[in-house]
């Protein structure tokens, strides 16, 4: 691994394009978290061994996409029966050894898949991920969107099901008052900050395509098509379910590059 020059500091930007109705997004979480906590068990290892004080960060922002836009919130219009989207896309043949594989590779990572249980359209649960963000307290977004995985996909909870959304919220303190919760998801602010943090919605709500339709243009809204979906240093693209040593090369080519450019300025490194 490269070390680079005394008393600097690196920040490793990570985009993610994610559904909380996705188990291959679920898995994938757990793999980055993996991988960041290895890279820097490592990169902690060769500072100490080189004598160095230089620090990388990891800015992880997370981005919505809505795999079942044409829901609503389940008990209204289409809900989905969790696995039946997996049971639709693969066919009734294929689907069971996919069952059998996500089984598996969650089972790697600390999960046990349950499939009973509805799931339905998901901008609500990207809403209460945008007001964690919100918070000062950085950790509070990953701790949410743990939150929002382990119920939907091990729990039996319904990710659209604003009782466990408010529930969640409140338990990890995002808001005090169940009608704050509320406020936030009926609200215009968490329309836009979703509209113009996402990728793809399809035809999720009206009010939500007049949002995105204001947000279109900017970087970064409708270039993703699939999900998991990883953007490192806003041009490294990852795309699916990947172990958590693809991740752990890619952040140590980023800061391989990272020395080269440094060198070709003549700024002094240390091996």
Request: hydrophobic share 40%; proline share 3%; net charge neutral.
């Amino acid at each position: 691994m490269a070390a680079v020059a005394n008393n600097s500091k690196f920040t490793i930007d990570i985009e993610v394009y994610s559904d909380t109705a996705c188990p291959w997004c679920y898995i994938g979480k757990k793999s980055l978290d993996r991988a960041i906590k290895t890279f820097r068990a490592r990169w902690q290892e060769q500072q100490q061994g080189d004598g160095q004080t230089d620090d990388v960060e990891f800015n992880v922002v997370w981005k919505p996409f809505l795999l079942f836009s044409k829901a609503r919130v389940s008990g209204k219009l289409m809900s989905y029966q969790k696995g039946a989207p997996i049971i639709s896309m693969f066919g009734l043949a294929r689907a069971p050894a996919v069952f059998e594989r996500l089984q598996t590779a969650g089972a790697a990572h600390g999960i046990t898949f349950r499939w009973e249980g509805k799931t339905g359209n998901t901008l609500d649960s990207h809403k209460l991920i945008m007001l964690a963000a919100a918070q000062p307290d950085r950790t509070k977004q990953d701790a949410t969107i743990d939150a929002l995985y382990r119920g939907a996909f091990e729990e039996g909870q319904d990710p659209s099901d604003r009782g466990f959304l408010v529930h969640t919220a409140l338990k990890l303190g995002l808001a005090s008052r169940e009608e704050e919760v509320l406020d936030w998801l009926d609200g215009e602010e968490a329309m836009r900050m979703v509209a113009e943090s996402g990728s793809r919605p399809g035809e999720a709500e009206a009010a939500f395509e007049a949002a995105r339709a204001a947000a279109r243009g900017k970087p970064g809204v409708d270039h993703i098509t699939a999900v998991p979906s990883y953007v490192v240093q806003g041009r490294f693209r990852v795309g699916g379910m990947q172990e958590s040593e693809v991740f752990v090369g890619l952040f140590e080519r980023v800061l391989r590059e990272r020395e080269r450019e440094r060198g070709a300025r003549g700024e002094g490194l240390v091996r």
